[in-house]
């Protein structure tokens, strides 16, 4: 399943991985804001604070549909693609379903922690919220350098990897 003139895959670099957590973030706006609209129109919500749990629980489901289907169909979202990342599993095998939703439920690691923190210290603002949630996003990133496969937490929990992915060029063959 490698490319071709490959004999081991790498992992990506900090700033690849970052630059592509954050262009992610930029396209799942897009699919949150669908989901929210899907939800509200067919709950009739008319006041965000109404039925926001169901709301939640309903972003959370379509979020996993949408990792877990990219994952285990060709092991890259639209993010990854541009930033040649791909998730493989421990034997660079493509994910399966369960074991993507699986990385999908222990993804979840770049934010609890900061989450707790966050509501442990009474945290209000937005501001303030925020800044926790982007120091432990950047904590948790740097835990990668813990590892000698240079793998997140939750991928090594999850028997998956990212890896370098760049396809040879068409335009040469």
Request: hydrophobic share 50%; proline share 4%; with cysteine.
């Amino acid at each position: 399943m490698l490319p071709a003139g490959t004999t081991r895959l790498q992992a990506p670099g900090m700033r690849r991985r970052l630059a592509c957590f954050v262009y992610e973030g930029v396209l799942l706006f897009g699919v949150v804001m669908v989901a929210g609209l899907l939800y509200s129109t067919l709950t009739q919500q008319r006041h965000a604070l109404v039925g926001m749990h169901g709301m939640q629980a309903f972003v959370f489901c379509v979020l996993g549909l949408y990792f877990g289907w990219f994952w285990s169909h060709g092991g890259q979202t639209v993010a990854m693609k541009t930033w040649q990342i791909r998730v493989l599993d421990a034997h660079e095998r493509p994910v399966r379903p369960l074991r993507a939703l699986w990385r999908y439920l222990l993804s979840w690691l770049w934010f609890l922690p900061a989450l707790l923190y966050a509501q442990l210290a009474g945290l209000k603002t937005a501001a303030s919220i925020g800044a926790a949630l982007g120091i432990g996003v950047l904590l948790y990133a740097a835990l990668c350098w813990l590892s000698p496969s240079r793998q997140y937490l939750h991928d090594r929990l999850s028997g998956t990897q990212l890896v370098r992915w760049q396809l040879p060029n068409r335009a040469a063959a």
